[in-house]
Structures are given as C-alpha cells and as structure tokens.
C-alpha cells in the first residue's frame, strides 16, 4: 500500500508539479492547524489556526479544481467560507 502511494506521489510530481505542490502545502498546513489546537487548545491564539486552516483549505480546493473532482472541491469550499468567517471573528 504504501509503496503504491510512494509510486503516485512519484506520478504526480513527474506530470502535474502545480497539483501535487497545492496538495503537498494543503495537507502540511491542514495537519499543522490540527496539531497546535489539539496540543495547545487553551493556549494558542486562534487567529493562527485559522491562518493555518484556511491555507490549507484554499490549497486543497485549488487542487481539487486542478483534478477536476467535485466533491472534494465543494468539502474544501464550504471549509474555505466557514475558515473566512472564524478568522474575520477572532481579528
């Protein structure tokens, strides 16, 4: 299984750099905003984790336009308007 997504992680970067580059800063970002409110979750202002999450959703959802797959642009939409609203809320 994994060497399977070793080989199309390897595709990827080989046919569609610009795709796997928003996927790539999409995840990191995504993963980084989950991992600060869930160590740090009275601590951290949440102005970063939106940050964080709304890079993240935005990224994801380019990509998703790039690979021409509807729902999980749509998922990424509706995250990317709901990451907007917190943001505006904690500034």
């Not at 996927?23 to 601590?43: F, K, Q, R």
């Not at 998922?75 to 308007?81: H, K, N, S």
């Amino acid at each position: 299984m994994f060497n399977q997504l070793v080989e199309q992680w390897v595709k990827d970067w080989k046919y569609q750099k610009i795709t796997f580059l928003f996927e790539l800063v999409g995840t990191l970002s995504s993963i980084t905003a989950s991992v600060l409110i869930s160590l740090y979750p009275n601590t951290i202002n949440l102005l970063w984790i939106f940050i964080f999450w709304l890079i993240g959703s935005v990224s994801l959802m380019i990509s998703s336009y790039l690979r021409r797959i509807a729902w999980p642009f749509l998922l990424m939409a509706v995250y990317t308007m709901f990451n907007i609203i917190g943001l505006f809320k904690t500034i």
